[in-house]
């Protein structure tokens, strides 16, 4: 009889899900049993058609030449021999497909990373790209057909595959990961429960499973004691909800009557559709970079005005804030962002990279240049560390708008504000030349504590200690004697337990995920200021 078992995990976003187990293979957790020589052989082969078939369809359905030119220059190294000799000479004398494969491309990757030539070295991101296409292929998963009502295993998913599914109903639970990875902020907000830090292995496609989003739990083969528990726990958490979203439509306000201004964090125009504008005081944060995912182009200025504009048309004139670039880090980008950095979360992330490639940053500050005559915009940008960074950006916001206004496009100067995410500008907040601050608690924990924020095992420095708590604080009362806005944007606002910690600092503007929102309304209405 099948017995039930659990897997401990870490929470990474609330909720309750059941379902069958697909365990997504990225090759690396790989359970294949490897065959003869001659059945690898033909195994690779095999998977290496059927990615060529779906680079086919990809370019098929491009429709611009930009796209069809990238996925092209894919389709032309799988058909290159030379990539692929040393793992089909490895598979002759023994070794199992995947593992041949994986260290043939590897050493190409290392390769092409290593080119003096720039556009070789970008080049790199769209090999490891194929070589992970093939390699999934080679583990029996087909990208194109994952269904969003099953519990998704992983060791680790890119933000690009995470929104490549049709989530509905469905959970994730993976090996890796972190509670403050991008891919755990866009489960939050999608409303998809999700578990980090999980024992994945020795897992079986279509096991019955249930996941706790909020226990970090995921239970395989529940029984019947279990299941039930499970379906009145979802049953109380239906009530809490409908509790809290009595809330929603009101003005967040303290006990003692003070109004504290709630916004959403969104990825992009998507994540708004359920979203009634009159539930929240505007748009506290638009991660462009996810604009940048999972295609294989950089968006032009027209397609990102566009994106910009119907964020604008939604918040009917709320304020939003919009933020430049912060591909890098968890969030590569291929063909812009480096691959092969040795720590990319200290290496050329967020305006880093994009001072370094005002061909891109130009196209993205002109785009927002143009969408600021439609709403109530403003420009942040992530990852500054030195007033000169903010600088150079001011100056190249300038330039956008003199070139826009010499051609004779309609444009605005947008508000040009930065990112409180790195120690170095929490402590030297008053050098930076900012219309507008906005604490990014994530990156500000993980830099403040040395603790990468993907790694599971080290989730007790993820919370907020004295040290981080203090330098929160020194933010926000620089903006309280300067006159200054100061909000806070990371994950910590959409937290109701941390909301004390926040408020007292004096923080009264907090911009969440957009499933927080009802629950931060209620409990900043229980909330006191200390007399
Ligand atoms: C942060 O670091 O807190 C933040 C809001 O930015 P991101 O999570 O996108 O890095
Ligand atoms: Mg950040």
């Known amino acids: 009889m099948a017995i039930e078992e659990r897997r401990q995990g870490r929470a990474a976003a609330p909720g309750l899900a059941s379902g069958p187990l697909l365990i997504l293979d990225d090759g690396a957790t790989s359970a294949r049993v490897a065959g003869a020589p001659l059945q690898e052989d033909a195994a690779l082969r095999a998977a290496m058609a059927a990615a060529a078939g779906d680079l086919a369809a990809l370019v098929a359905g491009a429709g611009d030449d930009e796209a069809a030119g990238v996925l092209a220059f894919q389709m032309a190294l799988l058909e290159d021999d030379a990539l692929t000799e040393a793992a089909f000479a490895a598979i002759a004398e023994g070794t199992?497909?995947?593992?041949?494969?994986?260290?043939?491309?590897d050493a190409q990757v290392a390769d092409y990373a290593a080119a003096e030539d720039a556009y070789f070295r970008a080049r790199a991101a769209d090999l490891e790209d194929?070589?992970?296409?093939?390699?999934?292929?080679?583990?029996?998963?087909?990208?194109?057909?994952?269904?969003?009502?099953?519990?998704?295993?992983?060791?680790?998913?890119?933000?690009?595959?995470?929104?490549?599914?049709?989530?509905?109903?469905?959970?994730?639970?993976?090996?890796?990961?972190?509670?403050?990875?991008?891919?755990?902020?866009?489960?939050?907000?999608?409303?998809?429960?999700?578990?980090?830090?999980?024992?994945?292995?020795?897992?079986?496609?279509?096991?019955?499973?249930?996941?706790?989003?909020?226990?970090?739990?995921l239970v395989l083969r529940p029984d019947a004691a279990t299941s039930a528990a499970f379906a009145d726990q979802r049953a109380e958490r239906a009530e809490r909800r409908a509790f809290e979203a009595g809330f929603l439509a009101k003005p967040a306000v303290t006990a003692d009557g003070e109004r504290v201004r709630v916004m959403v964090n969104i990825a992009g125009p998507d994540d708004l559709a359920t979203l009634d504008p009159a539930h929240v005081d505007g748009v506290g944060l638009v991660r462009t970079e996810f604009l940048f995912h999972g295609r294989d182009r950089l968006p032009d200025e027209e397609e990102q005005l566009a994106v910009y504009r119907r964020i604008l048309d939604w918040a009917g004139g709320r304020p939003v804030t919009i933020r430049t670039l912060d591909a890098g880090g968890d969030k590569p980008v291929p063909g812009l962002t480096r691959p092969g950095e040795s720590n990319p979360f200290l290496g050329v992330r967020g305006v880093r990279l994009s001072l370094r490639r005002p061909d891109v940053f130009l196209v993205q500050l002109r785009a927002l240049a143009r969408a600021a005559t439609s709403g109530n915009l403003k420009v942040m940008v992530p990852m500054v560390s030195l007033p000169e960074e903010l600088r150079r950006c001011r100056t190249l916001l300038d330039e956008a708008l003199a070139a826009l206004a010499a051609a004779g496009v309609p444009?605005?100067?947008?508000?040009?504000?930065?990112?409180?995410?790195?120690p170095a500008a929490a402590l030297a907040v008053a050098a930076f030349d900012a219309d507008f601050l906005s604490i990014g608690s994530n990156d500000l924990i993980q830099y403040t504590m040395a603790a990468s924020r993907d790694e599971p095992d080290l989730a007790d420095l993820a919370e907020p200690s004295p040290a981080v708590v203090e330098l929160i604080a020194r933010v926000a009362a620089h903006g309280a004697a300067t006159g200054r806005e100061v909000s806070l944007c990371g994950d910590l606002g959409g937290e109701p337990g941390h909301l004390p910690m926040l408020l007292g600092a004096g923080l009264r503007t907090l911009s969440m995920a957009p499933p927080a929102v009802a629950a931060i309304k209620a409990a900043v209405g229980r909330w006191k200021a200390a007399p």
């Open 96 to 105: 199992p497909a995947d593992v041949a494969f994986r260290a043939a491309l």
């Open 411 to 422: 444009a605005a100067r947008p508000p040009l504000g930065m990112m409180v995410e790195v």
């Open 130 to 217: 194929l070589r992970d296409r093939v390699l999934r292929r080679l583990a029996g998963v087909d990208d194109r057909a994952l269904p969003g009502d099953a519990i998704l295993v992983a060791r680790d998913l890119p933000p690009s595959r995470f929104l490549a599914v049709p989530w509905s109903g469905g959970g994730l639970a993976l090996g890796r990961g972190s509670a403050t990875s991008h891919v755990a902020i866009l489960a939050r907000a999608r409303g998809v429960p999700m578990v980090v830090g999980a024992d994945v292995g020795g897992l079986l496609d279509g096991t019955p499973a249930l996941l706790d989003g909020d226990a970090g739990t």
